[in-house]
């Protein structure tokens, strides 16, 4: 049978990692706002220039990923060439979609907020 008891770096490392867990939870509770919003925005920026250069453009998806801004390595984008739009997501925070529209360019779909 194993020997079940924790020597006592174990202990330390458990604690540390709950320490470590709760202050990335407490921070992630402090910022959600700034996070939100941000996160708002970045999809949205990167759904509108995704589309204009999928379906504008006529670019294929993967060439349009490496024109994102640096700090947006988080955000993805996913084409529906059906409906001709480009979706952008943060993950677990957010996602935008803009559809191309004949005459009108790429337009975001309406936010809620």
Do not use: H
């Amino acid at each position: 049978m194993a020997n079940t008891k924790r020597t006592g770096k174990s202990r330390i490392l458990l604690w540390l990692l709950l320490l470590i867990g709760a202050a990335i939870a407490a921070a992630a509770y402090v910022y959600r706002a700034p996070i939100g919003g941000y996160a708002d925005v970045g999809t949205a920026y990167a759904a509108r220039v995704g589309c204009s250069c999928r379906f504008v453009s006529d670019r294929s998806l993967k060439d349009c990923n490496k024109d994102k801004l640096s700090g947006m390595e988080l955000v993805t984008l996913v084409d529906d060439p059906q409906a001709k739009s480009v979706t952008a997501r943060f993950p677990l925070v957010t996602s935008s979609t803009a559809t191309y529209r004949e005459g009108y360019g790429c337009v975001l779909e309406k936010w809620e907020g």
